[in-house]
């Protein structure tokens, strides 16, 4: 009888709660903890604001949090709530990708294709594939494989996870690093461009839906006419009318690609990937970047640690996510280490470079969202890719660092 009445008085108290107030609740937990965490504990050095605000959300997880205190985590992210913050979510990263669509400079890449096209491609190419071998491994295991997945997209899914490199987090690290507007951060910004591409044009074939073809073939032809139509558009209308226009245009094509059946992350990428940096002007672009960094996508790293799962066992998760990383790490090592070979470069530079490009963090989180969604991977698999992210991204800085103090003529040189 004392524990019913004790039930009860706690179902009366939640209901005097109301969802706005248990919203704000999250909304206080997910901007005041690992802000806390970040300054208090000092952790720049190896893990910037937003890797901790990553690992914050997987801590406030079912997986941590709901495990160790079910009864708060049911009540602070009960389904409104969850479904309040997924919106936020949604619309965060779909600014996120597009900001990073923009800020694609191809123009460099071409003008040094031989070079950016042997190094981007070795890159991308040499973990895609110790990635796909690990995956490969794991298809005869339940548990890891989505429902809806076919073999050759989970294998490819988790190679091309394997391979990506986070523009954004990549430009955020070579800032901190003052190696940003030197000729290797801009060197490594090519070759970054050209992976981002090929990230999310594997997406789209890991998405192409046979039986809706005929839809997205539709999609691309409309997105084609509606593109030459966009882009005549905004170089006629003044500045300030362009972020609106940009707006309205990633709203419609992220919905045309979600209504197609390619989800609106390749729509929101392929929105910024027509329009040109040189349209906008950059500091109101970094500004704009940065706020949406600081704003919004801490609830987008919130929603995501809310799908981590451990069901498989805990065990068995970190083990997945250890061979992933080997695979992942490398694989850029060694792809960039051939790349350094063919073009003859420095002794070194191929290790500089690889390392620069393990960050992974929210491009790979991105993309592994998606996949997820698609359930074209388990929610196991998606907490092991999530480890494998944030650990490959706080590796990059630590051992970047003294490297390019040994190396200062590396920085300047324009090859």
Same mark, same amino acid.
């Not at 290797?184 to 990230?199: E, F, K, P, V």
């Not at 250890?322 to 992942?328: P, T």
């Given at each position: 009888?004392?524990?019913?009445? $004790? ?19 999250? %909304?206080?937990?997910i901007f005041s903890l690992p802000y806390l965490v970040w300054r208090l504990g000092r952790t720049e050095y190896f893990a910037p604001l937003v890797v901790v605000q990553i690992i914050?959300? +997987? ?14 985590? *049911? ?12 919106? +936020? ?18 123009? *460099?890449?071409?003008?040094?294709? #031989? ?7 070795? $890159? ?8 796909? +071998?690990? $995956? ?37 690290? %070579? ?14 910004? #090519? ?6 591409? $090929? ?8 998405? %192409?839906?046979?039986? #809706? ?13 509606a593109t030459v139509a966009f882009r005549w558009l905004m170089i006629r209308v003044p500045e300030r009318d362009r972020w609106y226009a940009g707006l309205i245009w990633l709203a ?22 027509? /329009? ?6 950059? &500091? &109101? ?78 491009? %790979? ?9 698609? *359930? ?11 480890? /494998? ?13 003294? *490297?390019? @103090? @040994? ?7 324009? @090859?």
């Amino acid at each position: 009888m004392a524990d019913s009445r $004790a039930s009860t008085k706690t179902a009366s108290a939640d209901l005097r709660v109301s969802t706005s107030e248990i919203f704000l609740i999250a %909304m206080l937990i997910i901007f005041s903890l690992p802000y806390l965490v970040w300054r208090l504990g000092r952790t720049e050095y190896f893990a910037p604001l937003v890797v901790v605000q990553i690992i914050t959300g +997987i801590a406030l997880g079912p997986g941590v949090l709901g495990a160790i205190f079910p009864d708060y985590y *049911k009540f602070v992210f009960n389904g409104p709530v969850i479904q309040s913050l997924s919106a +936020i979510a949604q619309w965060a990263v779909m600014m996120f990708v597009w900001i990073a669509g923009i800020e694609l400079d191809l123009r *460099k890449a071409w003008e040094h294709r #031989r070079e950016s096209g042997i190094t981007a491609g070795l $890159a991308l190419g040499v973990p895609l594939v110790f990635g796909a +071998i690990a $995956a490969v491994v794991l298809l005869p295991f339940p548990g890891w494989t989505g429902p809806n997945a076919k073999s050759w997209q989970f294998v490819l899914g988790i190679g091309m996870s394997c391979a990506v490199t986070a523009l954004p987090i990549l430009i955020l690290f %070579m800032e901190k690093l003052e190696i940003l507007r030197q000729p290797i951060g801009q060197r490594i910004l #090519r070759y970054a461009s050209l992976d981002d591409i $090929a990230i999310w044009g594997v997406l789209a074939l890991i998405l %192409m839906d046979w039986e #809706r073809v005929g839809k997205q073939a539709g999609f691309l032809a409309a997105f084609a006419v509606a593109t030459v139509a966009f882009r005549w558009l905004m170089i006629r209308v003044p500045e300030r009318d362009r972020w609106y226009a940009g707006l309205i245009w990633l709203a419609a094509c992220g919905l045309g690609a979600d209504w197609a059946g390619l989800h609106y992350m390749v729509g929101a990428f392929v929105a910024g990937a027509v /329009m040109d940096a040189e349209w906008f002007d950059q &500091q &109101q672009m970094d500004w704009l970047r940065h706020n949406v960094l600081l704003v919004v996508m801490p609830v987008f790293f919130l929603s995501t640690g809310l799908r981590t799962d451990w069901q498989v066992g805990g065990a068995a998760v970190f083990l997945v996510a250890g061979v992933l990383l080997v695979a992942s790490v490398a694989g850029k090592l060694i792809g960039l280490r051939l790349a350094g070979r063919i073009l003859k470069w420095q002794q070194g530079e191929g290790s500089l470079m690889g390392w620069l490009l393990q960050t992974k963090a929210l491009i %790979m989180i991105i993309f592994a969202n998606v996949l997820l969604d698609k *359930k074209i991977i388990t929610n196991e698999t998606f907490t092991a890719l999530l480890i /494998m992210a944030v650990a490959s991204t706080m590796l990059t800085v630590p051992v970047v660092t003294p *490297k390019l @103090r @040994r190396m200062k003529d590396i920085v300047f040189r324009s @090859r």
